[in-house]
């Protein structure tokens, strides 16, 4: 896996040498759980050109990536969660017509301290009563979500507001996207969101779990208990792949510009990501889509067909993309 802070930093090194390079370039920013698959195919894909076309990867989380991309400031979005009402919004407003692509499966990791010996399960409920708006400066001790647990402070950490990885797990635990307690360490890097919980016994933290399995060593993940369920299920790539990690499994996608796909090398960029996207998703530690759904994606893609599968209306949780795309005439 080639997800490491090195990684990360000779991507925004790369950034800012945009300027002085004399190719063809192709701009993407977006989420950064999507980050690894797209820079992998982006470095796969520039192979393959020869070096003659150059792609940047940002990383200013999915809603970060949508301002950008509804400015018309990228060709490409990567996004954790379909797009919001309020950037279809934007979009529409500055005429961005936009083709949206499912591109992989994650599920999102719930990780404590690896010294942790208390939780060895959660339920829904329980994330939700640690999680929820009311509980900003209330719910502080972790024997106040179970009364076995022992009286230890819990220390959170999730993603920024601008992620598209909160707005799935507030949608998905708290019943409404952007619905969370506020007194928690933020942030857009999940790197940083490793370290906490990995510095803090009585840490809690969620992510991609592409970043759980980079750092296994480090974190203990978190068994979910479903509403309908009494048995905790692991985030594994068969589990969330089949929709059995539920309600924390989810699509990820790219967005692109239908004015840039009329630009030959963005044309040639999104076929090949759509080609190759599936193997380099998994050698990056996220789940493939099925055959059958990227058989399905690339026809979307070339019918040039716009706007979004789920109406945009943003997140739906516990979906399953062959299904919305089969149904899509």
Not at 38 to 51: D, L, S
Not at 68 to 96: H, M, N, W, Y
Not at 170 to 199: C, H, Y
Request: hydrophobic letters at 40%.
């Amino acid at each position: 896996m080639k997800r490491t802070t090195l990684s990360l930093t000779l991507s925004m090194i790369l950034l800012g040498a945009v300027a002085g390079y004399a190719g063809t370039l192709i701009k993407v920013d977006g989420s950064s759980t999507v980050f690894p698959i797209t820079e992998a195919v982006a470095e796969e894909f520039q192979k393959a050109e020869g070096g003659r076309v150059n792609v940047t990867v940002g990383i200013s989380g999915t809603g970060g990536g949508f301002k950008k991309f509804c400015a018309g400031e990228t060709d490409l979005s990567d996004a954790s969660r379909p797009i919001k009402p309020s950037e279809f919004a934007q979009c529409a407003k500055a005429a961005v017509d936009y083709i949206e692509l499912p591109v992989a499966y994650d599920g999102l990791a719930v990780v404590v301290n690896k010294a942790n010996t208390w939780v060895d399960q959660l339920t829904v409920a329980e994330l939700s009563k640690m999680w929820a708006p009311e509980a900003t400066g209330k719910v502080t001790k972790w024997n106040q979500i179970r009364a076995s647990f022992p009286d230890k402070p819990i220390v959170l950490f999730g993603p920024g507001t601008d992620s598209g990885t909160f707005d799935y797990f507030t949608e998905a635990i708290n019943g409404k996207s952007g619905a969370s307690r506020t007194d928690f360490t933020p942030s857009e890097d999940d790197n940083v969101l490793v370290q906490g919980v990995a510095s803090e016994i009585g840490g809690l933290g969620y992510f991609g779990v592409a970043y759980y399995e980079e750092n296994k060593d480090k974190l203990k993940v978190v068994p979910i208990v479903p509403e309908s369920g009494a048995k905790g299920i692991e985030p594994t790539y068969d589990n969330v792949k089949n929709a059995v990690y539920q309600p924390l499994s989810r699509p990820l996608f790219i967005y692109v510009n239908k004015t840039s796909t009329k630009k030959a090398e963005v044309k040639r960029f999104v076929e090949f990501y759509l080609k190759n996207g599936g193997k380099l998703s998994k050698e990056v530690g996220y789940i493939a889509l099925p055959d059958t759904a990227y058989d399905l994606v690339a026809k979307r893609y070339a019918k040039g067909v716009t706007g979004s599968i789920f109406g945009g209306k943003g997140a739906t949780v516990g979906v399953k993309i062959e299904d919305l795309l089969s149904r899509e005439k």
